[in-house]
């Protein structure tokens, strides 16, 4: 069974670092778009960032560009999101998905985790 754990999240001043990383297991995503998206309270899940199968191409959103940065190791199975300069209005729960690179939206995308909190106090 297909599954995608992310980890990395927790409580962060603004201005600060944290990693997130998304393990993939019970079959090959080599061959999918990986990417991160965000929910906060009372608010729709929005798309973060996606990195292509080969990892040679990246997409962000306006508001994490230069801050974020997505990335992935096929030979791990792993994707990760590096996010630097941290905001309060980034406090959300992160998901990571799998899709297809033109199915890469929130209600689109084929593979989702479980999400991990990322709080970010002023």
């Known amino acids: 069974q297909a599954q995608l754990v992310e980890s990395g999240g927790g409580l962060v001043q603004a201005g600060g670092s944290l990693r997130l990383s998304c393990a993939a297991s019970?079959?090959?995503?080599?061959?999918?778009?990986m990417g991160w998206f965000r929910q906060a309270p009372g608010k729709e899940r929005e798309f973060v960032a996606a990195?292509?199968?080969?990892?040679?191409?990246?997409y962000y959103a306006d508001s994490v560009k230069g801050r974020f940065t997505v990335s992935r190791d096929n030979a791990k199975n792993t994707v990760y999101l590096q996010m630097n300069s941290l905001k309060p209005e980034d406090t959300a729960v992160y998901y990571c998905?799998?899709?297809?690179?033109?199915?890469?939206?929130?209600?689109?995308?084929?593979?989702w985790g479980q999400g991990t909190q990322v709080t970010v106090s002023s």
């Open positions: 990195v292509s199968w080969s990892g040679g191409s990246t």
């Open positions: 019970g079959r090959t995503f080599s061959f999918y778009a």
């Open positions: 998905a799998a899709a297809h690179l033109a199915n890469m939206k929130p209600n689109l995308a084929d593979y």
